[in-house]
Nanobody, 122 residues
Framework: QVQLVESGGGLVQAGGSLRLSCAAS????????MGWFRQAPGKEREFVAA????????YYSDSVKGRFTISRDNAKNTVYLQMNSLKPEDTAVYYC???????????????WGPGAQVTVSS
């Protein structure tokens, strides 16, 4: 089992920045792929970013590429999502997830955090 807890969400104006953190406990964190997903009201959960176990391979959705950066610190069992140039359409609940392989589909991730709300005002 892997337990995940997100933090760092909140309210920010358009153009601002936030950094989300996801702390993991349980099984060996460093061997897993970590991903971030988001779900806006009335919409399906969508992929945002993912990072492999060593941190040298990352993958982003087109909607956040160039604005968001995913990183991880295996010594702290934590993955981060730095979000810059935020837009109102980035408003959503953000979830971190753990899986065995780098990918963008929900079924590829086996453990999920409870989510953190990010609200971007215009």
């Amino acid at each position: 089992q892997v337990q995940l807890v997100e933090s760092g969400g909140g309210l920010v104006q358009a153009g601002g920045s936030l950094r989300l953190s996801c702390a993991a406990s349980g099984r060996t964190f460093s061997t897993y792929v970590m991903g971030w997903f988001r779900q806006a009201p009335g919409k399906e959960r969508e992929f945002v970013a993912a990072i492999n176990w060593s941190g040298d391979s990352t993958y982003y959705s087109d909607s956040v590429k160039g604005r968001f950066t995913i990183s991880r610190d295996n010594a702290k069992n934590t993955v981060y999502l730095q979000m810059n140039s935020l837009k109102p359409e980035d408003t959503a609940v953000y979830y971190c997830a753990v899986g065995p392989g780098l990918g963008w589909k929900l079924y590829q991730y086996h453990y999920w955090g409870p989510g953190a709300q990010v609200t971007v005002s215009s």
